[in-house]
């Protein structure tokens, strides 16, 4: 199956005031579970925790692609549909798909110093972390800005798709499986900003 993620939104207030030692422990708890139980037949969507000690965090199920090759792929299509895209919808979509996309791409129009890695925030986790993905609040609020200038458009990216990008490889093999990632993506940073939060991605 390869590689998975899961991908929670989280309070960085209150993760930042849990010592360094005990983030991961807490972290992964959320994510799969007191005593690494993960259930692999997680449901779709968005999982909110019961318990009111636990409300600062929220896991998101990305429909139907429990991989990350889903991601890759979806980048490969970016990479190949973009030259027929309009330069300012292209530029801004480049900026919000980044840190959603796998792959070494390029881009001319991504803004120096906003492609977010782990790597950039070393010091929140501890190196045997199995941390693949870390926005604070502040790259999450961008990337917000950033989906509210697509999503009036994500429509119009069918007519170049279906035209240049007929051939069906790889996971995302229409246009309507790639829609549905951007879009999702859209709606985990919408949540985390309107929130404050940050967004995480673990290693399953």
């Known amino acids: 199956?390869?590689?998975c993620m899961e991908v929670l939104i989280v309070d960085w207030g209150h993760l930042r005031s849990v010592p360094l030692e005990q983030r991961v422990q807490l972290v992964e708890t959320a994510a799969f579970g007191p005593n690494d139980v993960y259930d692999y037949n997680l449901p779709k969507g968005w999982t909110w925790p019961e318990s009111a000690d636990d409300r600062w965090w929220a896991r998101f199920e990305f429909l139907g692609r429990t991989s990350y090759k889903a991601h890759f792929w979806s980048g490969e299509r970016w990479d190949k549909l973009r030259p027929f895209v309009d330069l300012p919808l292209?530029?801004?979509l480049d900026q919000f798909a980044a840190p959603l996309f796998w792959g070494e791409?390029?881009?001319?129009?991504?803004?120096?110093g906003f492609t977010p890695t782990v790597?950039?925030?070393a010091g929140n986790w501890p190196p045997e972390a199995e941390v693949m993905l870390w926005l604070e609040p502040h790259e999450v609020a961008r990337l917000r800005d950033f989906w509210t200038q697509v999503e009036p458009h994500?429509?119009?990216l069918r007519e170049p798709f279906?035209?240049?990008l007929a051939e069906a490889t790889?996971?995302?093999k229409d246009f309507d499986s790639f829609a549905q990632l951007v879009t999702?993506?859209?709606d985990v940073v919408s949540r985390a900003a309107e929130r404050g939060w940050a967004v995480i991605g673990l290693r399953c």
């Open 1 to 3: 199956m390869g590689v």
């Open 90 to 92: 292209r530029a801004t």
């Open 105 to 112: 791409y390029n881009w001319e129009s991504l803004a120096p």
């Open 119 to 121: 790597e950039s925030h």
């Open 154 to 156: 994500v429509a119009t």
């Open 162 to 164: 279906e035209l240049h």
């Open 170 to 172: 790889g996971w995302i």
């Open 184 to 186: 999702e993506w859209g």
